[in-house]
């Protein structure tokens, strides 16, 4: 982490005589009140993923993490490479030699805490408790090494707390004390070094509300009760430069995520608001919360829409700082801005265009081929893209599905349960038994991994810690990131169909395919509505594209069952209503056009249109097609004559002697 993301530590007086000594951090219950601890060199590297014990028969040494296939100890792992590397469980199962531990004391060294300042033992014990025990380090050479210099740091500069200098200043103390190479003490130790003071500053805050900087892991993830590693931005205040509105907005802030009306998203939304605020007030000169009038607002919209541009979200950033302002004075967090009102009811309106965009079919396609259906690909991905191109979850909701979001209907089959913080609900849906399968397969493999308290089905490997028994999710721009790169590996890169570019970080298009596939499957809206876990019709019917050829097979599928109940009804000519739906189909009518107002409804009668008023028969264009349709009616009174089906023969002489007449019909008159 760059330096310049490091806050300043605060300081920590000396004790008065006789006094308590400086406030106490909170320690971490466990091994770190110990005086001393041991320094063990383990042979090998133990990295966070590591866990287990050696595979051959008899040995319990811990395993080794040379390679991730292969779970053998140190001593084992070598002479399995010694023996050309061959099967690693048929290699295991054979008897082998104990691994000597040779000089295993001359390894073993240990840090006392007595021999330090009371204050700097309790900043070690507080980090070093803090960061192990939620897994974020594993205690790999470079920590021990840094744990070492620290304690070297203390004694060397006599120094009573790590407050006493600034964190820029023990960095370069400890890369002066470091004995190894320079490039070493950049990769491995100084990334440990930074974090170490970057937390030891958390701790010490003793009110987090009334800092400037928002620091939101490790402090107010824990203020707010967040979830295990649930991610979020930090909330630099002090880009607002005017403290009569930096204050009132921090107290408001303040009181609406203890009260839980607002969220931290949102939040950071008004920092960043009112930062652009209160650049417009520096520019223009403004020092006084008296002078902040809705004509001085109105002139900071114009200057925002000339520099950004009239867009949503311009405008949506501009009706939220005015709503915010508004609450400001109302509340009396500022009672001496100089308007209640600074957007009226109707002013700068910010309309929301839903634009959904499934994926394009040959995309599907290569999706399915290249990714889903592919052994190469990491099999936690894809069944998590399985997932989505099954049941469309947001990013946020399947980065962080519960484990036991997977229920049996006790027919072997499977249902999905889980709750949508987006829209405050549960969703549940069923989803196909080789997918439910699958993924009751992936629940039962974590939790052997990381064991039966674990929460997460689909936890991040990189950002866990199997060493700790502890499970963290992916993030949702991590994830994203993935699955760019894993359509760019596969050459997923644009649509032939539509000539778009694709990205694979795109995940939310799957929940659009789905929408728009059930609907044109035949679901109704108010089923997609349920499956999708929408909480109104509006929602819905954004996803929904009605496709062309779904309103021609629902045609057919119209002609199909009327033609069916009327044969099963012994009715053998043609339902003039088919006829009439099927020439509604058409843009032009056989022998001209329909001048219908939209305001009157067509009465069906045997022929529709030859005998409609506001039939408009054209101007010699039709008469080729009028020729062909007479020699047609013509055969059709002759066979209907010579059958001796008088009803037939009757209606096609009528509609011929209206074909003859049309063409001196007019247009206004009114139905018969």
């Not at 070093?128 to 897994?135: A, E, M, R």
């Not at 050479?141 to 006493?164: I, N």
């Not at 062909?628 to 009757?650: C, D, K, N, V």
């Amino acid at each position: 982490m760059p330096s310049s993301h490091i806050p300043e530590v605060p300081s920590r007086e000396l004790p008065e005589p006789g006094s308590d000594g400086p406030p106490a951090l909170p320690l971490i219950d466990g091994a770190w009140s110990q005086d001393e601890w041991a320094i063990l060199d383990i042979p090998g590297r133990r990295l966070r993923m590591s866990s287990g014990v050696c595979a051959v028969v008899d040995c319990l040494s811990p395993r080794f993490d040379g390679s991730e296939e292969v779970s053998l100890c140190h001593g084992h792992y070598w002479r399995w490479k010694r023996d050309d590397e061959p099967s690693i469980a048929k290699w295991a199962a054979r008897p082998h030699r104990p691994v000597m531990k040779k000089n295993l004391p001359l390894s073993v060294r240990s840090v006392k805490f007595s021999d330090l300042p009371p204050a700097a033992a309790e900043e070690i014990r507080y980090v070093f408790g803090f960061k192990l025990t939620n897994g974020d380090w594993t205690p790999t050479p470079a920590l021990r090494q840094c744990l070492e210099l620290l304690f070297e740091l203390v004694l060397t500069k006599g120094a009573w707390s790590f407050t006493d200098r600034r964190f820029e200043d023990w960095i370069l103390f400890a890369r002066q004390l470091y004995r190894g190479a320079d490039v070493t003490f950049e990769r491995s130790i100084a990334p440990y070094l930074r974090t170490f003071f970057s937390t030891l500053n958390r701790g010490l805050i003793s009110d987090p509300w009334a800092e400037n900087v928002w620091l939101w892991k490790g402090m107010f993830d824990r203020v707010m009760g967040a979830g295990a590693y649930a991610s979020q931005p930090n909330i630099n205040w002090s880009r607002i430069e005017q403290d009569w509105l930096r204050e009132p907005l921090k107290a408001y802030a303040r009181q609406c995520l203890q009260g839980s009306t607002r969220t931290w998203a949102t939040i950071h939304t008004w920092s960043d608001s009112f930062f652009r605020l209160s650049g417009h007030l520096s520019l223009i000169r403004l020092t006084e919360p008296e002078q902040l009038t809705r004509k001085v607002f109105l002139g900071f919209l114009e200057e925002q829409r000339a520099r950004y541009g009239d867009t949503g979200n311009m405008r949506q950033r501009i009706n939220t700082t005015a709503h915010v302002l508004m609450n400001l004075k109302l509340e009396e967090f500022q009672p001496r801005l100089a308007s209640e009102i600074y957007l009226r009811s109707g002013e700068n309106p910010a309309i929301r265009i839903r634009n959904p965009r499934p994926w394009p079919k040959d995309t599907i396609t290569q999706i399915e081929s290249r990714i889903l259906d592919s052994d190469r690909v990491d099999p936690q991905i894809r069944l998590m893209l399985r997932f989505c191109r099954w049941a469309g979850p947001r990013v946020s909701e399947l980065v962080s599905l519960p484990i036991d979001s997977l229920v049996e209907n006790g027919k072997g089959g499977y249902w999905v349960e889980y709750w949508m913080p987006k829209v405050s609900r549960f969703r549940r849906f069923p989803i196909v038994p080789e997918l439910g399968r699958d993924l009751a397969a992936e629940a039962l493999a974590v939790r052997a991994q990381f064991g039966s308290a674990t929460t997460l089905l689909f936890p991040s490997l990189g950002r866990s810690n199997l060493s700790a028994g502890i499970a963290r999710p992916w993030s949702a721009a991590g994830f994203r990131t993935r699955v760019q790169s894993l359509f760019t590996e596969n050459g997923i890169l644009s649509s032939a169909i539509t000539g778009e570019l694709i990205s694979g970080a795109d995940i939310h298009r799957f929940r659009h395919n789905i929408g728009t596939e059930l609907l044109n499957a035949g679901w109704t809206q108010q089923q997609v509505m349920e499956f999708l876990g929408h909480v109104s019709p509006t929602m819905t019917a954004a996803y929904a594209k009605i496709l062309d050829e779904t309103l021609n097979r629902k045609a057919d599928e119209f002609h199909r069952m009327v033609q069916a109940d009327r044969a099963a009804a012994g009715i053998s000519h043609t339902d003039p209503r088919v006829e009439r739906l099927r020439e509604m189909l058409t843009a032009v009518l056989p022998a001209g056009y329909c001048a219908l107002p939209a305001s009157k409804t067509c009465v069906v009668r045997e022929n529709p249109c030859l005998t409609c008023s506001f039939h408009v028969p054209g101007d010699g264009e039709f008469d080729a097609s009028r020729s062909t349709y007479r020699a047609q009616l013509e055969r059709r009174i002759a066979e209907a004559a010579a059958s001796g089906h008088h009803a037939i023969e009757e209606i096609n002489t009528r509609i011929l002697s209206a074909l003859d007449g049309s063409g001196t019909q007019s247009t206004g008159a009114v139905h018969e």
